[in-house]
Structure formats: C-alpha cells, structure tokens
RNA sequence: CUCCCGGUAGCUCAGCUGGAUAGAGCAUCUGCCUUCUAAGCAGAGGGUCGCAGGUUCGAAUCCUGCCCGGGAGGCCA
C-alpha cells in the first residue's frame, strides 16, 4: 500500500519535473484527521524547485493515476498531501489480522541466509544481566528476521581457551584443595565467585582424588604464574581440568539461556580453530605485506584500513593473540557462504570493530556483508537504589536470580523496550509489578481479556461468525475505528524494526495498542444486545488479540489466554 | 588526549533517515466497579528538547563548538 502510494506520487512528480530525484516521505500521520496516508513530497519538491508547496501539491494531485482506493485527497499545512482510504480498503488488513493471516505483512524480497552471533561471553562465570539484554535482543531479533523470510542461524562463540581457561581451571583447583580440607589463599587474579566451589565440588567427584595435592605441597603462592608452574610441573596436562570445568560451565550458560527462550542453532568452540589449524591459515590468507615480524611479535597492519594501531597476532611466546582467533573466525563465517553476518557485541567492545574489518578485508572478504550492532549496558535499580555490580569483585547479577525475581517475560520484555545504544536501568520494582504499571503485564492482560470474551460468547451460547463479523466493522463509532487506524499501522511497525534491527518500536506499539483496547473495553460492554454492533466489536478485538499474540511472538514473550 | 553512547516533563523513556499543536508511562490531584477480568478506565496539572552558533520555507531531529554523565583506548578476552 505505502509502496504503491509512493511510486504514484513519484510518477506524477516526475511528470511535473522529470529531473525531480528528491527522497521524500509516505507516512501514517498521527492524527488521523491527517488521513490515512500523507507525503511531504510536494514539500521536498518545491524545495528544489523554488516553487509554492501548495500549488505544488495541487498539480500533483492533480497529475496522480491508479490511486483508486483513495476517497479524497486533500492539501494540507504547509502543503502535505493526504489521502483519505475508501472505506473498504481500511478495513481489508484487519480482517486478514483476525484470522490470524499475518503472511507477506513482512517480507524481505530477496531473503537472506544470515549468521547472527550473540551474548558469546566467556564460560568462565555465569550470564548476568548484562549478556542477558544481548540474548533477548538477539534471540529477537532473529525471530524478526525469520518473520521476514530469511533463514537464520544463531550462533555462539565459546572462549573455550586461553589464559582464562587456564585461570579458571585453577581457580577450581584451588577450592577443590579447600574442600579436602586444606587452607588456601586465593591469587588476586582467580575467579572468586561462588559458582567456583559448585565446579570445584563436580570436578572433585569426576576426577576422584586426581587433582588433590598431597599433604606436604606448599599451597602458599601468591600469583597465578607461581601457581601455573607448580600445576604444569605437578600435572601431565593439567588443561585436562581446565577443558572439563569450562565444559560444564558452558553447559550452565546454556541452561540459564534456553530457559531464558533464547536457543542457539551453533555453539561455536574457538578450540575447533586450533585443531583445524584455522589460525595460521587464515594469517596466511592475509595480504602478504601487512603481516609483519617485530619486537618478537607477528602484526597486523590495520592502521592501512583506519585503525588506531596495529595489532598483534601471535605474541613473542609464540600464543596468538584473542584477535588472531576472532580472524580466522571470522573467516570461517564468510566461509560458510551467508549473505549477511550480524555480531551483536557489548558497546565496550566498539573500539575492537576497526581492527576487525581491517582484518576482513585484508582477507580479500565483503566488510558489508559483516555488520556490527553495539548493546550498552545494563544497570539495576531496587528500591530506588543502583544495584551494584562491578567487574572486579566478580559482583554481577545474575540473569537467572534476575528471572527467578521478575519472570521471564518481564525481564525480556524490558531489556527490549530500549533502544540498544541508550544505557538501560532496569527497575526491578517495576518489572516484578502485576499491574498496569508493569507494560508487559498490562499487554498480556489486554489479551487475557480478548479471550475471556471469546469464553463468555461460549458460556452464554450467543452465536457468533468471525468472518461475517468482519464484514459489520464499518458499524464501528468513529472513536472505535481509530483504533482501526492504529492496527493498520502494524505492519509499518514491523518494517521500521526490521530496517533498523531493533525491537523497542514494537513494545511501545503493543502497550499502545493494548492500551486502546483497554480503554475500548472499558467504555461499554463488548457484548451486547445490538447484535451487528457488538459482532463488529467482538471482531475488532480478536484482531487486537491476533497482533498482540503475533507481537509476543516475536519478543519471545509468553502471552497467556487467561492470568 | 582520541573514539563511541547518552543529555527531551519531578522520575524512566519514545520521537532523531528535517515537517503539521514535542508524546507515553510512573509520580501528584479529581472521578468511575450489582452486568464480558478494577491486574482496569476517564479527566487535570506538568517542557528553555544540555548550552551557543549555523544550514532551511521549516530544526528535538542536520552541521560546528562547548558543558555534563557513562564506556573504550593491552603482546586481556
């Protein structure tokens, strides 16, 4: 509909100025007195033009064809065009909505295979809520993505190596000792967190006394290094501990996160790189003379591609560095042939995007195939008070203590409900809140009450058919077919997240719409006597319900037919 | 010092690819339940869109400078 409305006035514009190539607007006004339709097309032209914008929008209405489902068309302000829908058309979207037709509302016209890539925080702790607002934006946004046609697989990297593997390992070992009863002192630079003493306890089940020390060690060493020595000397391969404890560590981020609606396609080892030797192939694949040998070190030119400094790839003790797996991972995504490559990072790791593309394109890869999307951070509020959480001590919350205190939908629900660059405070009050202040409550109670009336025709044997209810809606008050208008902007809303890759205009659109509803239900009885009257509005509501329940759908959050 | 994000009502935030009178929710105040869920609804007050310039018929929106808050600038990941 929009699409048709705008190549209309981009013909009849062209038929006044051919040269006309400005980019002007098709939108849904606000206020509906405003029309269904309206453009700011003849705006935009006598911008170029140096002509009246008024007189503008006269010839070209009066140069429009094929706009037959119009009913008028008016010049308005300061020379907007607006165009009012016959009454018909405005009520044909409805109609598919309640029968629960949602197809082609959103469709990409060449659908896509994308890779999209999230949360990937290191199994070396638990999700806090932080990785919790990425893995709801994420696990959304490819259910968008999927709405639109495309096929989409989501992918998690596990930082299954390294010196925090090893770190972690350690930390474990170190608790195992303390739960044979020995004293220990914990280095500076461990995990201190509690959830090391549930690995220490598994590990010193699975590996039956291996990895307790013996009565007379010394356990007094003050840093990791000292540690990681006495451990390889004492120990044949002592990263056999470390790749277990990481193992079940991944297991739990895994648990928190499906019960979390958020469900991986691929859990992606960054060890599998070193055993297929990805590493070095891919530096080989970088252009000959942008790797270079100084210092003792192996580096990268990215400053060739714009970046601040170059970057090391395999460190004088010969270990790559983290950025030399993260190439020869990315390699591995172009590799597997996907039309679009989406990483969903924390915003702290913008500074890491430079280096990244320079290194894509260093490979001979399409940097626009790869695009980045940054999510800020994730601040708790109880009681009025910041929670606070600090990436020292290891005081993060949790996302599970997080669901365990507001509910899953709740919790998903506000970290959709802000764009993904402002900083979000998440109010724990409110989300434990089962009233309207609560958004998400006051959404699932709208269709709650949807269905509730659906259970009183049953009850009270009144006879009611949806599709010849369809046909009654122009019996609606002119306040209630407002309500018509804000249904119809659904798919509007739709392609705005979708272009945008965001969800928050969604959430602010089902309160609103259920918002509407509430105040629709609450103004008279639904069902009533005026049999034709109230078969309209029963069948405006099930349309409400059918978008709230699509709506949902998307978010991944639960929307219940009865609370 | 450089880079990124934010600054809109008392609070939390939409609006930012330039458009019509700057919008919600919370909080405050006033009303509404014998009848489909009051887990709700109706109404009222509340604004220097951080500041200063600039571009434009038109700026919260674009450009420049500055101020404030948060984050990033490892041979950590």
């Known amino acids: 509909m929009k699409d048709e409305i705008f190549n209309s006035l981009q013909k009849a514009s062209l038929k006044i100025s051919p040269e006309f190539a400005g980019s002007f607007q098709v939108t849904k006004p606000q206020d509906s007195q405003h029309g269904d339709w309206s453009s700011n097309i003849a705006l935009i032209m006598a911008k170029e033009m140096k002509k009246n914008p008024r007189e503008l929008a006269v010839e070209i209405i009066s140069a429009l064809e094929g706009l037959d489902y119009s009913e008028k068309i008016e010049v308005a302000g300061a020379g907007f065009i607006n165009i009012y829908l016959k009454e018909d058309l405005f009520f044909s979207q409805i109609r598919n909505y309640a029968l629960g037709d949602f197809k082609g509302l959103l469709q990409e016209k060449e659908p896509k295979k994308i890779l999209l890539e999230y949360v990937s925080s290191n199994p070396t702790g638990p999700i806090h809520v932080g990785h919790g607002r990425s893995a709801a934006f994420g696990s959304a946004l490819a259910n968008l993505l999927k709405v639109a046609g495309n096929k989409v697989t989501q992918e998690y990297y596990v930082n299954d190596r390294?010196?925090?593997?090893?770190?972690?390992?350690?930390?474990?070992?170190?608790?195992m000792q303390e739960l044979d009863n020995k004293k220990i002192v914990l280095p500076e630079d461990c995990y201190a967190g509690e959830y090391i003493k549930d690995l220490a306890t598994k590990a010193k089940k699975h590996f039956k006394g291996k990895y307790l020390v013996k009565k007379d060690d010394n356990l007094f060493f003050e840093t990791l290094n000292e540690w990681f020595e006495y451990v390889d000397a004492t120990y044949e391969n002592f990263l056999e501990l470390a790749n277990y404890v990481i193992e079940l560590q991944t297991e739990e981020i895994k648990k928190d996160l499906e019960v979390f609606q958020v469900k991986y396609d691929n859990w992606f080892n960054e060890s599998s790189l070193y055993e297929k030797d990805l590493i070095q192939k891919s530096i080989k694949n970088l252009k000959n003379n942008e790797v270079e040998k100084k210092d003792g070190a192996l580096w990268f030119k990215s400053t060739n591609y714009g970046d601040e400094k170059d970057r090391v790839l395999i460190r004088d003790n010969e270990e790559p560095t983290y950025f030399a797996s993260d190439i020869a991972y990315h390699k591995d995504k172009y590799d597997r042939d996907f039309d679009e490559i989406i990483n969903i990072w924390g915003a702290d790791h913008h500074g890491y995007i430079p280096r990244v593309k320079a290194s894509i394109e260093s490979l001979g890869l399409d940097a626009k195939k790869l695009k980045t999307l940054l999510i800020?951070?994730?601040?708790?509020?109880?009681?009025?008070?910041?929670?606070?959480?600090?990436?020292?001590?290891?005081?993060f919350v949790e996302l599970s203590d997080l669901v365990d205190e507001v509910g899953i939908d709740s919790a998903r629900y506000y970290f959709l409900a802000r764009k993904p660059e402002q900083a979000l405070e998440f109010d724990i009050d409110l989300a434990k809140k089962t009233n309207k202040d609560n958004h998400v409550y006051y959404i699932q109670y709208a269709h709650a009450r949807i269905c509730s009336i659906k259970k009183e025709l049953k009850k009270r044997k009144i006879d009611f058919n949806l599709k010849e209810s369809l046909e009654k809606l122009s019996l609606l008050k002119e306040t209630e077919k407002e309500i018509i208008s804000l249904v119809n902007g659904y798919p509007e809303i739709l392609e705005q997240c979708y272009k945008n890759n965001e969800l928050h205009p969604l959430c602010f659109y089902l309160r609103d719409l259920s918002s509407k509803f509430h105040s629709f239900y609450n103004a008279e009885k639904i069902i009533s006597d005026n049999k034709d009257y109230s078969d309209a509005k029963i069948a405006l509501s099930i349309a409400i319900k059918e978008i709230i329940n699509n709506g949902l759908n998307i978010l991944g959050i639960g929307c219940p037919e009865k609370m």
């Open 162 to 175: 390294g010196l925090q593997a090893k770190t972690l390992g350690l930390s474990v070992f170190i608790r």
């Open 376 to 395: 800020q951070f994730v601040s708790l509020k109880e009681k009025g008070q910041k929670v606070q959480m600090s990436t020292r001590s290891g005081e």
